[in-house]
């Protein structure tokens, strides 16, 4: 979810000016250290709380830019947010007319906070909120979002211990719905369906893990407990807090969002979360880091979702999963930014500072499986045929010239060159995110080719569109995967001029020389959306690709 579209902040701490206009639902800050990333998180949370660190008010003697002033200027922090509400952020009963006030679903609030003054002088579209009443709608509106600051060198074992009475909060809500029964057995079997998808990610990344359950009352005499969680193998528990850091991590991070997401189901009162993370990667193995990357961008992503995360790093898995990334470095003393929408470009970036490591692009989003087509026109049917099928995980789509920057036009001997100069990296890739490379029907024979390459065991596969699937109305000039579009994609082509021919038979071909211009006209369509009946003679290889990589709806 994006909520927060756009931040300017103005004399704080590092930054004299810096001005963003293009967040998303998943957006990391990118630089070296002391380049001033977690400034702007603590601008965030100084506009939210009134706070730059947990338990530190804001001083504008402390923190204002430390940078010649002009003679009689006042020292003025100002942090100002421009806010883009989702359908999904609703007003409820006895305080719609907010929406009215605020100037609809687009809007800017500022506070800025001067030296001498007690309280931050707010601004609404520019202008200024001097009364109270105002200032309290103002008000009003911020409540409904939950702002989370989580500092680097935060315990995150801590953090769920302060979480305790939210948290018990939401297990007093589902025990309840559960109607009567035996009050331990209801609360333990809650309990468990609560943090069943905790249970399920963190036994995946930790396979040593046996068992996870919340610690919760046995018997009246543990009524007054403090949440946690013990974590089992072989018979023996053991609490949280003896955990490593990563572990304990992740736990916060689940558990910071079944408290947040219930908050929206069950109440209208907050609407969205918003949380400033630095550096979540810290403390953890590389895998772990992955997952934690991974899940960042789901719970962001996520239809309906009301979640946005904003998180400094160094890590370029952070990168990979973030869009957009934003570089910040140190220039004249002062902190500098830059947007940066597309991962690889900024993957680039990020490398060429030192930020983070060069990695092979083969081995990017190394939790996902990779379905590597023949070119952009392939994929784009892919995309589009995933977002009718709702695989049951992320699976990725990607195409030679993508992952060679545009040095090569693709191909399935190109692709094959690929693969064999990949195969060390491909076979250092997860189990459960394998390569699997999809060939045209025409290029079946292609498929031997790859078996020398690859040990059985090996996270790779090949499959090729079967001929026998493919639209019986079409011809065999039609290649790759056009010869499975729908005719409803035809008829809409023909229709926009494109040169297809229909044969005596009701056949449609095409002239071998106006083939590409037929297959732009397709791809114009295709990125258009799909339906589907668009899928009649793609869906059953596609689902077959989807049980190899793990991904089955």
């Not at 990344?205 to 009246?220: E, F, K, M, N, Y």
């Not at 699997?436 to 690859?454: R, S």
């Amino acid at each position: 979810m994006k909520l927060i579209a756009g931040v300017e902040i103005t004399n704080f701490r590092s930054i004299r000016s810096v001005t963003l206009r293009d967040l998303a639902d998943f957006t990391a800050f990118a630089g070296l250290n002391n380049t001033g990333k977690s400034n702007i998180l603590r601008a965030l949370n100084a506009f939210f709380s009134n706070e730059t660190d947990p338990r530190v008010p804001i001083s504008v003697e402390a923190d204002y830019h430390r940078r010649p002033k002009k003679p009689g200027k006042k020292k003025v922090i100002t942090v100002a947010l421009q806010f883009s509400l989702p359908d999904e952020f609703r007003f409820r009963e006895k305080i719609e007319h907010l929406e009215h006030y605020l100037g609809g679903r687009q809007f800017t609030i500022s506070k800025s906070w001067s030296l001498g003054v007690a309280l931050p002088a707010y601004f609404l579209n520019g202008t200024e909120v001097e009364d109270p009443a105002d200032r309290q709608k103002v008000d009003q509106f911020l409540q409904l979002v939950n702002f989370r600051y989580i500092p680097n060198r935060v315990l995150p074992v801590e953090v769920v211990r302060q979480e305790h009475q939210a948290l018990r909060d939401v297990l007093v809500r589902r025990v309840r719905d559960q109607g009567q029964g035996g009050v331990f057995d209801t609360i333990r079997d809650t309990s468990a369906r609560m943090i069943a998808s905790l249970s399920k990610r963190l036994t995946q990344v930790s396979p040593d893990i046996g068992t996870i359950r919340l610690a919760t009352p046995q018997s009246l005499a543990d009524m007054i407990f403090t949440f946690g969680y013990r974590l089992g193998k072989d018979g023996v528990e053991v609490d949280d807090e003896f955990q490593g850091a990563g572990i304990q991590s992740l736990l916060m991070l689940e558990t910071l969002y079944l408290i947040d997401r219930d908050y929206f189901q069950k109440f209208g009162w907050r609407q969205a979360a918003v949380w400033a993370i630095e550096e979540p990667e810290s403390s953890l193995h590389t895998s772990l880091e992955a997952h934690v990357a991974a899940y960042l961008s789901a719970i962001a992503t996520e239809a309906n979702g009301r979640l946005q995360v904003l998180a400094t790093t160094h890590s370029d898995l952070m990168v990979q999963y973030a869009r957009p990334t934003v570089i910040v470095w140190k220039g004249g003393g002062e902190t500098n930014c830059s947007e940066e929408p597309d991962p690889r470009a900024a993957l680039e970036r990020t490398s060429g500072l030192g930020v983070s490591r060069w990695v092979h692009p083969i081995l990017h989003y190394p939790v996902d499986p990779i379905i590597l087509v023949d070119g952009k026109y392939d994929a784009a049917f892919w995309d589009e045929a995933l977002k009718l099928l709702g695989p049951s995980r992320t699976v990725r789509v990607t195409y030679l010239e993508r992952l060679k920057e545009g040095v090569a036009t693709g191909g399935n001997l190109d692709t094959l060159g690929y693969v064999r100069e990949s195969v060390a990296a491909i076979r250092t890739r997860p189990s459960y995110a394998p390569v699997i490379v999809v060939l045209d029907w025409e290029d079946t024979k292609t498929a031997n080719k790859y078996g020398p390459l690859f040990a059985a065991d090996d996270p790779f596969a090949v499959l090729a569109w079967p001929e026998g699937d493919a639209n019986p109305g079409l011809g065999k000039r039609f290649r790759g995967v056009e010869r499975f579009y729908s005719d409803r994609l035809m008829r809409l082509a023909e229709k926009r001029g494109a040169p297809i021919l229909t044969k005596a038979d009701g056949t449609r071909t095409v002239d071998p020389e106006e083939y590409e211009g037929v297959k732009t006209a397709l791809w114009g369509l295709v990125q258009k959306g799909l339906r589907e009946t668009d899928l009649r003679f793609a869906r059953a290889f596609i689902t077959t690709v989807l049980e190899r990589a793990g991904a089955l709806p």
